[in-house]
C-alpha cells in the first residue's frame, strides 16, 4: 500500500512539474472546449519515460518556447537574422526530438508544437513591434521569402487546434493578414480593428479553428469591446459550450465596463466643456460661466452702453421681472451680459441704467472673440435661454417687449 502511495506521489509530483510553454495558460479559451485530446497531452506528461524527456528538452530549449522571452527579443532583432536564428533552433529542436525516447503521441504533438512556434513567432514580429512603438504608423510587412513557406491550407487542419504554438500563429496571423487587407495601416479604432479581424477570420478559417479565434479576439479584447460587438461575435461561434461563456457571465463584464468608459467619457466632455467654457467677469472681479447657473431657468442678455436698442429693451426686462412671483425669481434668472470694451464703460452703464439690482456679467477683451464665435452674437441687443439642465434651448430667443417671452421662460422654470 506504501509502495502504490508513494508510486502515485511521484507520478502527480512528475504530472505538476511540465512546463508551462507546452499546456494552454488560464488567458487560453481553449481550455473552454472541453478537448479529449488535451486531456490526454496531460495524461502523457505524466508517463515517466515522456517526463524525463521533457524535463531535458524544457532545459535546452524551453526558453525559445517562452513567448514573454521571446517577444523582448522580437523588439531589438532584424527580420532576416530572426529567420536564420528560428530555422537553426527549429532544425536543433527536431534533431533532438528524433533521438528520444519520447512516446509517439507526445513525439508527433511535441514535432507540432516545434513547427508552429516557428512561424508563429515569424509572425509575432511585426505585430509586437507595431505594438511597442506607437509613433509607427504602420504595421511592418513581412518579406515574401520570409513567409513564402506558410501555406493557407495549414488553418484548415482542425486538429492542429490542439498545438499550442499554432493557436499563437493564428492569432498573429490573423491580425497580419487582416492588416495586409488594410495596406498595413495601423487602426485609430480599436473597436474598428476587432470587428474587421472577425469578419477576415469568419472568411478565412472554418470550424473548431473559426470558433477559437473568435473566441480568443473576445478574451483578448474584453477591454475594448462595445456589448454590441461582442453579441454580434459570438453569435457566429458554432460550439454551444464556448458561445455560452460569452452570451452570460463575459457579456454581464462587457456591459459593465462599457458603462464606466461612457461613465468616463461624460466625465471627460464635462471637465473638457467646462475648461473651454467662455468666461464672464462679474463685479467683484471673480471669473464664472453659464455653468453655475443649473438648475435654474436662465434670460441672458447682451448689451452694451452705446446700444441704443439695448437700453430700449430695459423697462420691459424689469416688468417681466417684477411680475414673477417670489418663487419663481428663485427659479428664473435674469443675466445681463456686457460687451463693453472696457469695465469701466460696462460699470457705467449699470449704474445709468439701473441695472444693479440684477445679475451683471462682462466679456473682457480676451473673451470677446470666443463669445461672439460660441454664440453667433453678430448684432446686438441679442437673448439666449437657457434651461435648467444648463442647455441653450434658444440660440435667438424672442426681446422682453415680445408678450411671449415671459410665457416661455415660465414653462421652463415648472
Known amino acids: 500500500m506504501k509502495k502504490i502511495i508513494v508510486l502515485l506521489f511521484i507520478s502527480f509530483n512528475a504530472f505538476a512539474q511540465h512546463p508551462d510553454w507546452l499546456m494552454a495558460d488560464s488567458n487560453d479559451v481553449y481550455t473552454s472546449f472541453k478537448?479529449?485530446?488535451?486531456?490526454?497531452?496531460?495524461?502523457?506528461?505524466?508517463?515517466?519515460?515522456?517526463?524525463?524527456?521533457?524535463?531535458e528538452f524544457d532545459k535546452k530549449f524551453g526558453a525559445n518556447f517562452n513567448k514573454k522571452v521571446q517577444y523582448e527579443l522580437l523588439l531589438t532583432a532584424n527580420i532576416d537574422q530572426l529567420e536564420m536564428d528560428l530555422y537553426d533552433q527549429r532544425k536543433a529542436q527536431l534533431d533532438f526530438l528524433k533521438n528520444s525516447k519520447a512516446s509517439k503521441f507526445l513525439a508527433d504533438h511535441l514535432e507540432k508544437e516545434i513547427k508552429y512556434n516557428y512561424w508563429h513567432l515569424i509572425f509575432a514580429y511585426p505585430i509586437e513591434r507595431g505594438n511597442q512603438d506607437q509613433q509607427l504608423k504602420r504595421v511592418i510587412s513581412l518579406p515574401s521569402v520570409v513567409i513564402s513557406g506558410l501555406k493557407a491550407d495549414f488553418f484548415k487542419d482542425q486538429n492542429l487546434i490542439h498545438v499550442r504554438t499554432f493557436r499563437s500563429l493564428l492569432m498573429n496571423y490573423l491580425t497580419y493578414k487582416n492588416s495586409e487587407e488594410k495596406d498595413f495601416v495601423k487602426y485609430a479604432n480599436q473597436l474598428q480593428s476587432i470587428n474587421d479581424k472577425a469578419e477576415y477570420a469568419s472568411k478565412t478559417f472554418s470550424g473548431d479553428i473559426l470558433d477559437y479565434a473568435l473566441a480568443q479576439l473576445l478574451i483578448n479584447n474584453k477591454k475594448n469591446l462595445a456589448v454590441r460587438t461582442t453579441r454580434n461575435i459570438a453569435k457566429n461561434i458554432k460550439n454551444n459550450d464556448v458561445r455560452y461563456i460569452f452570451e452570460s457571465k463575459f457579456i454581464n463584464e462587457v456591459i459593465a465596463i462599457e458603462a464606466i468608459a461612457v461613465a468616463q467619457k461624460k466625465e471627460e466632455d464635462a471637465k473638457s466643456a467646462k475648461k473651454s467654457a467662455v468666461q464672464f467677469n462679474d463685479l467683484e472681479g471673480k471669473q464664472f460661466d453659464f455653468s453655475k447657473y443649473v438648475g435654474k431657468v436662465v434670460y441672458v442678455d447682451f448689451w452694451a452702453s452705446w446700444c441704443g436698442p439695448c437700453k430700449a429693451e430695459f423697462p420691459h426686462s424689469k416688468t417681466m421681472h417684477e411680475g414673477l412671483s417670489e418663487a419663481d425669481k428663485k427659479k428664473i434668472v435674469f443675466l445681463y451680459i456686457s460687451i463693453d470694451d472696457t469695465e469701466e464703460k460696462w460699470k457705467n452703464g449699470i449704474e445709468s441704467n439701473d441695472l444693479g439690482d440684477f445679475v451683471n456679467g462682462w466679456v473682457s477683451p480676451e473673451w470677446s472673440a470666443k463669445v461672439s464665435q460660441q454664440y453667433m452674437i453678430r448684432t446686438i441687443p441679442r437673448y439666449m435661454i437657457i434651461d435648467k439642465t444648463g442647455k441653450i434651448v434658444s440660440q435667438d430667443a424672442k426681446r422682453p417687449s415680445n408678450p411671449d417671452t415671459l410665457g416661455q421662460l415660465l414653462e421652463l422654470a415648472k
Request: glycine letters at 0%; proline letters at 5%.
Open 35 to 55: 478537448y479529449v485530446k488535451y486531456d490526454s497531452l496531460k495524461l502523457e506528461l505524466s508517463q515517466p519515460d515522456n517526463q524525463y524527456f521533457i524535463k
